[in-house]
């Protein structure tokens, strides 16, 4: 890893130079957690979009029908147990016992309204476009409730354990747990087991069941847990993965996750020397992925294709038509693609790349530029948003494990066919059109290259030795009941 001096690590860092060892907190404390994100932990998420930080605080004290464990898997949650019908086009939620904060039970028609406004037309949720789907969501009895879609949707329970379809009421967000809030606000919030049928009302969950949840920050994040005042800084990301090494973390308490999602370059418009397939290509053919991944962090994967895997694809993940160059001949292929378009036009090749702001990008930002330099193309940096950009970074995990998430999020500036195919598949009728019409678009877009694969996204978490179970999983999802063995 490189090491990066970064003066706002060193003033963090010297107020906490006195911490002893990180890992070392005592398990007979409050669990002190610092998820990177807004300080402002509790809002609606239907109102904005929301960010790690909050989707910790609404995952820990509202949970929705199903949510996830610390493996990523789909676990019981409000529904109890449930059952898919009609080729995926009916999900069927039995509902067990939950109560809010105040004792009452939750009941299906709370449940039903909240839902109602998450998956609405008008929701700021990042999920809005991929909840289209669902046409009503009805409660049958009193125990059940059943979510009707207007075509099939098998990796529709994956949607429902995000934290943005979680159930609360009232404007402080109370939910059914896992947990309740006993304090929050200015020094986040603190959290304590919500209460299981049965349990003695009198009866005060031991200290090391609490859980004190802070939104801040990586540079603060980090120093906290230097300095000895915290378990765990969840959220990570390349924007900040560089300051781990300046501030100095134990090499076991760094935990990478094997996160799938989308991490490359969108292109944005498709004029100049961006107009041909076989240009967009070179850009493609100048990253050596593999070089850039090790250099930035040893356990980050490259990618070259833009599906992760099959999935739900009626093929294997497309490869673009640049990956049948050998490797050692791509950049001298790309190299004269560029002095072909240059002979043509008299003039040079001069291409935007808009990234985020933070040392980590800035190394993305070194790597890439030293490659598109390198086939004889003029690097020029922005800010993500700016209208300049001819092409983009996407870092995104993938909500859900359906290939059409991916091609709809790589499809920035592709071509009226792919766009239309994608279209397709979240129309199809039944399961065998909507895995045909994900393989074409997926064969499509990578022979448009209208995407630049690099990697999978590097997610990270900075972990106490205390926290055993923590688990890294493929949604870099870490529930706050999941930490500790019970």
Same mark, same amino acid.
């Given at each position: ?19 002893? #060892? ?55 949650? !409000? ?15 039995? !509902?067990?016992?939950?109560?809010? #904060?105040?004792?009452? #039970? ?5 449940? $039903? ?24 969501? $009805? ?40 947990? &309740? ?5 200015? %020094? ?9 049928? @049965? ?24 120093? &906290? ?35 799938? @999602? ?9 004029? @100049? ?64 693609? $560029? ?15 808009? !990234?985020?702001?933070?040392? @980590? ?35 995104? $995990? ?28 979240? %129309? ?46 493929? &949604?870099?999802?870490?529930? !706050? ?6």
């Amino acid at each position: 890893m490189q090491r990066l001096r970064l003066p706002v690590i060193a003033l963090l860092l010297s107020a906490t130079a006195c911490g002893g #060892p990180t890992g070392q907190r005592k398990d007979t404390t409050p669990v002190v957690v610092s998820a990177i994100g807004s300080d402002a932990l509790l809002v609606d998420p239907s109102g904005t979009a929301i960010d790690t930080a909050q989707a910790v605080a609404l995952a820990a004290t509202a949970q929705g029908l199903v949510r996830f464990d610390r493996n990523g898997q789909i676990e019981p949650a !409000l529904a109890e147990r449930w059952a898919v019908f009609d080729d995926a086009r009916s999900y069927i939620f039995r !509902l067990g016992e939950a109560t809010w #904060p105040d004792g009452q #039970p939750v009941t299906a028609g709370e449940i $039903v309204r909240v839902l109602r406004r998450a998956v609405a037309a008008n929701s700021k949720s990042r999920l809005q476009p991929y909840l289209a789907v669902i046409d009503e969501i $009805v409660e049958m009895t009193p125990q059940v409730i059943e979510v009707r879609l207007k075509s099939p949707r098998p990796d529709l329970l994956n949607l429902f354990a995000q934290p943005e379809m979680a159930v609360f009421r009232g404007r402080n967000f109370a939910g059914s747990g896992p947990f &309740r809030i006993v304090a929050g606000k200015r %020094d986040g919030l603190l959290l304590r087991p919500a209460e299981e049928p @049965g349990d003695d009302p009198k009866a005060a969950p031991a200290p090391q069941e609490y859980v004190r949840l802070r939104g801040e920050r990586a540079a603060a994040a980090i120093a &906290r847990f230097r300095a000895g005042a915290s378990d765990l800084v969840l959220g990570g990301s390349l924007v900040d993965w560089p300051i781990i090494d300046a501030a100095g973390i134990a090499p076991e308490n760094i935990r990478v996750d094997a996160a799938v @999602g989308l991490f490359g370059l969108a292109v944005l418009h498709r004029d @100049g020397f961006l107009s041909t397939p076989q240009n967009r290509a070179a850009i493609a053919m100048a990253i050596d992925r593999s070089a850039l991944t090790q250099a930035i962090a040893p356990n980050w994967s490259p990618a070259e294709t833009i599906l992760p895997a099959q999935m739900d694809s009626a093929a294997p993940p497309a490869p673009g038509s640049w990956m049948t160059v050998a490797p050692d001949q791509r950049r001298a292929l790309a190299s004269q693609r $560029v002095r072909e378009w240059q002979a043509v036009h008299r003039g040079p090749v001069d291409i935007t790349l808009a !990234l985020p702001s933070g040392a @980590g990008a800035t190394l993305l930002w070194g790597h890439l530029a030293s490659s598109l330099i390198a086939i004889g193309i003029t690097p020029h940096r922005v800010g993500l948003g700016d209208p300049r950009a001819d092409l983009a970074l996407v870092d995104e $995990v993938a909500p859900y494990d359906s290939g059409r998430w991916y091609l709809a999020n790589a499809c920035r500036a592709c071509s009226d066919d792919t766009a239309t195919l994608i279209a397709a598949a979240r %129309d199809a009728p039944d399961l065998y059109n909507r895995t045909h019409r994900i393989a074409e678009a997926d064969a499509m877009l990578a022979s448009d290259v209208a995407f630049v694969p690099i990697a999978q996204p590097l997610r990270w978490s900075i972990v106490a030795l205390r926290l055993a179970n923590w688990q890294g999983n493929a &949604r870099a999802w870490h529930p !706050l009941n999941h930490l500790r063995k019970q």
